[in-house]
């Protein structure tokens, strides 16, 4: 069961950490700001909910695990107000 | 050399760097995004020397409000920058400048290098009068028993630092209200995320706050987040500055201050001196000048955000 665990653990994270690479890639290489922005919150979004959803059976208790899906709930909340916050700067300075 | 030792090598060289590319930034909204960044950075560096207090003070504090404080100047200067090139002190005088920085860091440096190892600490001498304060969070029973008076004075410095900001007003505006008045932007992105996250960084506030006597946490981090939710509905036009004359307002300002002094003073009749708790009260005490201080803090920050009252009284 550990084992188990612990290779669900290790795929998620693996999962995780290749959407913040695949969303740096295209904060770097995309062509203009919306798709960068579009890649950017992408990454957040699901690189940090796989890295959350490995740690959870590591978390030890119910009270830690609810606060590590409370952190990636407010990253989400996050990443989304400033992803439109700074789509429609972009869109107001043309 | 473990997988650790190279992340820590990695992220010191990161905030370096951050730091290097805010300094060499042309712009200043840039420089402000870089400094933020290495706020950020830099509360990581303190998590790895296990300083957690310092580290929530450093995201907080040193790049969350400050952070929003140096973003509204830049927002402010941006009218006049692109203008003012001319006006650039002189090659020498900047390279006085660097060179004046360079030896200040050297120094630094030198000192930090001939510290005697192990360093002297007092953190035994701490640990072994924790049990009186009643505390289990040692820097908690530093700030607010064993040097509560530095503590205090901090608080007096944010007061005088809002008399400054508001001293600042223009003849006309005096007694009226800072930043925009309810309903000035109406903003779905912005009001939305004030509607749905106050309810539960208010929560967190206050955990922190109440944690603060034996985790890390504490009346400055919690009372940042309380004022970042202030600051949160203010900016999506939900509420509104008070103004300056409000009795209410001035009151919350100096009641962290002024309920510290006046435990303090208290001290000479109930304990052995000022600023000084009556054995087996000190950990009550603490938490209610703490209430009093996260109260004050968490008004304080948004007002100095606000900046001097820029709308007409109202009669």
Known sequence: MNVLLDLFSVIAICFGTFFFLAGTAGLLRFPDALSRLHALTKADNLGVGLIVLGLLPHAGSLLAALKLVAIWALIQLAGATSAQLIARAIRRSG | MSILQILDIGLAGLVLAVAAWTVFARDAFAAVVGFVAYGLLLSLVWVRLFAVDVALTEAAIGSGVTGVLLIGAAGRLRKVEASRDDELPGASLRLFAAALCIFVTLVLAGVVLSLPDPGPTLAPEAARHLA?????????????????????????????????????????????????????????????????????????????????????????????????????????????????????????????????????????????????????FAKPLILFIEAFMTLSIAVTLPVLVAGPPKRLRQQ
């Open chain 2, 132 to 280: 009186e304060t009643g505390l289990g969070n040692p820097i908690t029973a530093v700030l607010l028993s064993y040097r509560s008076f530095d503590t205090m004075l901090e608080k007096v410095v944010l007061v005088l630092a809002v008399v400054g900001v508001w001293s600042l007003a223009a003849d006309q505006y005096w007694g009226g209200a800072a930043g925009n008045p309810r309903g000035a932007e109406p903003d779905g992105t912005r009001a939305l995320l004030a509607q749905v996250l106050p309810p539960l960084g208010i929560l967190i506030g206050i955990h922190m706050v109440w944690v603060g006597a034996d985790e890390p946490g504490g009346a400055f981090q919690g009372g940042a987040i309380l004022a970042a939710m202030w600051m949160i509905t203010m900016m999506a036009g939900l509420t509104e500055m008070p103004s300056i004359r409000s009795r209410l307002l001035r009151l919350v300002l100096v009641a962290g201050p002024a309920v510290f002094v006046a435990v303090g003073v208290a001290g000479v009749a109930f304990a052995s001196g000022v600023f000084a708790y009556p054995t087996g």
